[in-house]
């Protein structure tokens, strides 16, 4: 803890002598030099259902977020972080890991249209996802992109696609590459709010002959500002799963949907639910009805908390069960432009009709610097 606070104390004299906050390329794009550095205990780093194993682990985050087109109606961000994580009981779990993301959007007026792309190192263990005496290695690929062009005044046409895989380092655990193609058709019901005719294809292909899943979905769903306080969009229909290698096709009814309601004008709430299907780390078709719910707020200038609530019913065609609970409770505090500090507690919980279930307690502190 004292490192931690020495680290802290320089991270915030950086900031406090900073004279300026961005390097300027041009019209409006901007870059900054990143750098986070955090302290946390964990009380169950391998998410142990019997002789729980704690931790004490630095993590030093360098990095850089580079800002463009914010002055036009193509916009965008690419950041980049190198997170050097250090175990002061398990140094057979240190870490490099590296993650970059580039996120744009586009709009105007008519024409709407998002391209992101991300590449994540993971080094962690999670409810389905567990070694016992080792943190899984993962690397994670996403690319995705959708666009939405108006027809009329009241009809617009939106369709994307997909690309997500999932790279296991452990040959325990099945890599995946799944397609997703998504289209939608709106129609403005009454000003703010559209209605839609939806429809999902997904592919997940499985490595080391593990069956392909292929999903179809079609629904109805919603969008808009329902009220001045309330803002959020939904759809609810079938899906159905057809299994490869002579597996049984399944179904179930699905849904999605996320919500923001402004509780006051320093409070935000969002909650969501979901019900669709899902594959495990080891290969198995999965029913997955998910609910969260979130809120921040600001309590005076500078200083702001945030919590959520969130909880996965797991159901496996192995047979297995998961209940799986996570909440979290954090603070931030921006000491100026430049640097920010935070500190965090979360909960897992995992009940399960298998010897597999768990609880993990967590806790973290941090001191940021954006440059």
Do not use: C
Not at 56 to 72: A, C, E, H, R, V
Not at 147 to 164: H, I, N, P, Q, R
Not at 262 to 270: A, D, G, I, N, R
Not at 324 to 339: A, D, F, H, M, R
């Amino acid at each position: 803890m004292k490192s931690m606070a020495i680290g802290i104390f320089a991270v915030v004299s950086l900031g406090s002598i900073a004279a300026r906050g961005a390097f300027t390329l041009d019209e409006g794009s901007e870059f900054f030099l990143t750098g986070t550095l955090s302290q946390q205990y964990d009380d169950n780093i391998f998410l142990r259902t019997n002789h729980a194993t704690s931790d004490y682990i630095t993590t030093f985050t360098p990095g850089f977020d580079l800002k463009f087109g914010q002055n036009s109606p193509g916009k965008g961000s690419l950041t980049f972080g190198e997170a050097l994580a250090y175990y002061s009981s398990h140094s057979n779990q240190n870490s490099n890991l590296a993650s970059v993301a580039l996120n744009t959007t586009y709009d105007d007026g008519k024409t709407k249209g998002a391209f992101n792309a991300s590449y994540n190192q993971v080094a962690q263990n999670s409810v389905d996802v567990r070694l016992a005496d080792i943190l899984v290695r993962r690397d994670l690929t996403d690319v995705n992109g959708r666009g939405e062009w108006s027809l009329s005044d009241k009809t617009s046409f939106a369709v994307g696609a997909a690309y997500d895989r999932i790279d296991y380092k452990q040959s325990q655990f099945v890599s995946s590459d799944q397609y997703s193609l998504p289209i939608d058709f709106y129609y403005e019901l009454m000003p703010k709010i559209d209605m839609s005719v939806d429809y999902r294809y997904r592919n997940t292909d499985q490595s080391r002959g593990f069956p392909t899943f292929k999903d179809n979905f079609i629904g109805l769903g919603m969008r808009g500002r329902f009220t001045e306080i309330l803002t959020g969009e939904f759809h609810v229909g079938y899906t159905q799963r057809s299994v490869g290698s002579g597996g049984s096709d399944q179904s179930l009814p699905g849904a999605d949907a996320t919500f923001t309601y402004l509780y006051t004008p320093k409070t935000t709430v969002q909650f969501g639910v979901s019900n669709d299907f899902g594959t495990s780390a080891t290969g198995v078709s999965q029913k997955i009805l998910s609910g969260t719910l979130g809120v921040s707020t600001q309590f005076e200038e500078g200083f702001s908390g945030s919590g959520a609530l969130s909880y996965r019913d797991l159901d496996y065609a192995s047979g297995e069960h998961d209940h799986y609970v996570e909440g979290t409770l954090g603070v931030q505090y921006k000491v100026n432009q430049y640097v920010s500090l935070a500190a965090a507690y979360t909960y897992r919980n995992n009940s399960t009709n298998v010897p597999a279930d768990f609880t993990d307690n967590v806790f973290s502190i941090s001191g940021s610097v954006r440059y």
